[in-house]
């Protein structure tokens, strides 16, 4: 197995020198981290300075959000060109509480994702059923959906990667686990649904399939112990250095 994918998303939950002490603090135990790829996605404001910190260790820079066009009269929105410039790696696509929140159709999210691809930076498409959705039988209608709308009509030449995150959106925030084995088999029908936009070989060497959802450093291991399981997307358990550095510690061991 490919080394697993950890990423950290700040959100908006820390200000200026708190994320720039975060940084510095996950770079100081970055030599702890081989074996594991680690990406930090902090602000828009702080992406320049993480950059700096980080600078010279094995940790990637990560961004929340992009716009869909590389520049133009697109006031407030963030270019990915620009993200570019700051060596960012990966960007956050469609996570939920941008969907839900700001109104981001399915249609954007799909020309982010061709954008990002055309400019080398990998997109973490992030996908996942509300409680609703659930409910109603529809889990696997949803994550069909968003997959197709997300990737449909798109190739990957041989340098690009993809990552799609599994984030359930009732389970977000909420500190509740979900069964392993119900996410092995989320994670196995995600896996198909892309053998079916993708040739094989595509899939089982350029994209990794992560799960997201109250991650920490105690149920961590049970979803890592899954081979399909490729990696995990951390929200409030990275804004700790500490925690998070054991969050990484239990993906290495495994």
Known sequence: ?????????????????????????????????????????????????????????????????????????????????????????????????????????????????????????????????????RQDGLKDVVLTRQLHNAFNGLWLNKSDRLVVAYEPVWVIGSGQDIDPDEIEHTHQIIRQLLYDLFEDRVVDEQVKIIYGGSVDSENIAQYIARPIVQGVLVGGASLDATHFSTIIAQAKKL
């Open 1 to 133: 197995m490919e080394n697993p994918l950890i990423i950290a998303n700040w959100k908006m939950k820390l200000n200026a020198s708190d994320s720039l002490d975060l940084a510095k603090r996950v770079k100081k135990a970055s030599a702890k981290y081989n074996g594991v790829e680690v990406v930090l996605c902090p602000s828009f404001t702080e992406i320049a300075q993480v950059n700096e910190i980080i600078k010279g260790s094995n940790i990637k820079l990560g961004a929340q959000d992009c716009f869909w066009e590389e520049q133009g009269s697109f006031t407030g929105e963030i270019s990915p060109k620009s993200l570019q410039d700051y060596d960012v790696k990966y960007v956050l696509v469609g996570h939920s509480e941008r969907r839900q929140n700001l109104g981001e159709t399915e249609e954007m999210i799909h020309k982010k994702v061709r954008l990002l691809l055309t400019i080398d930076i990998t997109p973490v498409l992030c996908i996942g059923e509300t409680f609703e959705e």
